[in-house]
Nanobody
Framework: QVQLVDSGGGLVQAGGSLRLACVAS????????VGWYRQAPGKQREFVAL???????KYVDSVKGRFTISRDNVKNTVYLQMNSLKPEDTAVYYC???????????WGQGTQVTVSS
């Protein structure tokens, strides 16, 4: 099993910054890519960014140039640096990691990000 614990959310004004962290523990050899998703009230959960163990990254268009995903493989931690935040970035953010050895997908518990205008 893999446990993901995400943190770092909070309340920030538009234009501000936050850094989210996702710490993996347990059988971390079972995962490679780690991603961030978000879910705003009344909306479906959407993909935000992901990064592979080798450092390749991918972003949804709406956050390109503002968010940066990175990882520290020694600490088993993935970060999401969020700059120039907008009210529309308000959501619960979840880290996500699909298993390499089964169809299971691991999720963090979520961290609330609120951007005030």
């Amino acid at each position: 099993q893999v446990q993901l614990v995400d943190s770092g959310g909070g309340l920030v004004q538009a234009g501000g910054s936050l850094r989210l962290a996702c710490v993996a523990s347990g059988s971390v050899f079972r995962i490679d890519a780690v991603g961030w998703y978000r879910q705003a009230p009344g909306k479906q959960r959407e993909f935000v960014a992901l990064i592979t163990r080798g450092g390749r990254s991918k972003y949804v268009d709406s956050v390109k140039g503002r968010f940066t995903i990175s990882r520290d493989n020694v600490k088993n931690t993935v970060y999401l640096q969020m700059n120039s935040l907008k009210p529309e970035d308000t959501a619960v953010y979840y880290c996500n990691a699909p298993s390499l050895t089964s169809s299971q997908v691991y999720w963090g518990q979520g961290t609330q990000v609120t951007v005030s205008s």
